[in-house]
T-cell receptor, first 110, second 116 residues
Framework: QTVVTQEPSLSVSPGGTVTLTCGLS?????????PSWYQQTPGQSPRTLIY???TRSSGVPNRFSGSILGNKAALTITGAQADDESDYYCALYVGSAIWMFGGGTRLTVL | QLVESGGGLVQPGGSLRLSCAASGFTVSSNFMSWVRQPPGKGLEWVSKIYNEGSRYYADSVRGRFTVSRDISENTLYLQMNSLRPEDTAVYYC????????????WGRGTLVSVAS
C-alpha cells in the first residue's frame, strides 16, 4: 500500500524560509510523479499553488517555489508571511491512473 | 464557478448523488475531479474524468461510485452507492487545467454524512 508522506507540522519565523517535503513510502518522487501542492486554511476550499513540480498557479506569489530534492518533492516558502499559516498538501500521480494526496503539513508562522 | 450540492445524512448502505454545477466554462471540455476531506482529516482523491470521457477512481470507491456529466446542464455528478461511514466527508469538485493536477478552480464543497 503506497503512502504519500509529509511532515505533520512545521514552523517558521516571519520572513524566514521553510521547506516542506513530499515523499513516497516505497520509491522515489520524480517529475514523472507530477507533484503538485495545495494550500488550505480552516473552513476553506483548497487552493492550487504549484503543479508539475515547479510551475506556480496563476496569482501565486513567487515566494512559493517547487522542486525535487533528493527523492522527494519540495515546496519552499521564502520570506514567510503571517497569512502563509495554513495546511499544505501535496499530490502525486502514482501510476495506473491513480493520484494520491499526502497527509498534509500544518505550517505555523511564529 | 463551481457549486456543489446534494450532500446530506444517509444511512450505511444507502445512496446519494452529488452535483457540481459549473458556470463560465464547459464541463465536458475540461478535466474534472472529485476530492473529499473527512472531518478534521486530509484531502483524498476520489475520481477524475477526462475531457474525452475516460473515468478513473480511487481504490476505496471503485465499484461503488460513478462520475458522470450532463452537457445540457453543464454539471458534473458523483453517484455514490453502498455508502459506508468512512465515506463521511466534505466533497469538493475541481476543474483541472490538465490531467496531472487538481484545480485551480475548486467548489466550496458539500458535506456527506453516513451514519445510522
Amino acid at each position: 500500500q503506497t503512502v504519500v508522506t509529509q511532515e505533520p507540522s512545521l514552523s517558521v519565523s516571519p520572513g524566514g524560509t521553510v521547506t516542506l517535503t513530499c515523499g513516497l513510502s516505497s520509491g522515489s518522487v520524480s517529475s514523472s510523479s507530477y507533484p503538485s501542492w495545495y494550500q488550505q486554511t480552516p473552513g476553506q476550499s483548497p487552493r492550487t499553488l504549484i503543479y508539475t513540480t515547479n510551475t506556480r498557479s496563476s496569482g501565486v506569489p513567487n515566494r512559493f517555489s517547487g522542486s525535487i530534492l533528493g527523492n522527494k518533492a519540495a515546496l519552499t516558502i521564502t520570506g514567510a508571511q503571517a497569512d502563509d499559516e495554513s495546511d499544505y498538501y501535496c499530490a502525486l500521480y502514482v501510476g495506473s491512473a491513480i493520484w494520491m494526496f499526502g497527509g498534509g503539513t500544518r505550517l505555523t508562522v511564529l | 464557478q463551481l457549486v456543489e450540492s446534494g450532500g446530506g445524512l444517509v444511512q450505511p448502505g444507502g445512496s446519494l448523488r452529488l452535483s457540481c454545477a459549473a458556470s463560465g466554462f464547459t464541463v465536458s471540455s475540461n478535466f474534472m475531479s472529485w476530492v473529499r476531506q473527512p472531518p478534521g482529516k486530509g484531502l483524498e482523491w476520489v475520481s477524475k474524468i477526462y475531457n474525452e470521457g475516460s473515468r478513473y477512481y480511487a481504490d476505496s470507491v471503485r465499484g461503488r461510485f460513478t462520475v458522470s456529466r450532463d452537457i445540457s446542464e453543464n454539471t458534473l455528478y458523483l453517484q455514490m452507492n453502498s455508502l459506508r461511514p468512512e465515506d463521511t466527508a466534505v466533497y469538493y469538485c475541481a476543474r483541472d487545467q490538465s490531467w496531472s493536477r487538481f484545480g485551480p478552480d475548486w467548489g466550496r464543497g458539500t458535506l456527506v454524512s453516513v451514519a445510522s
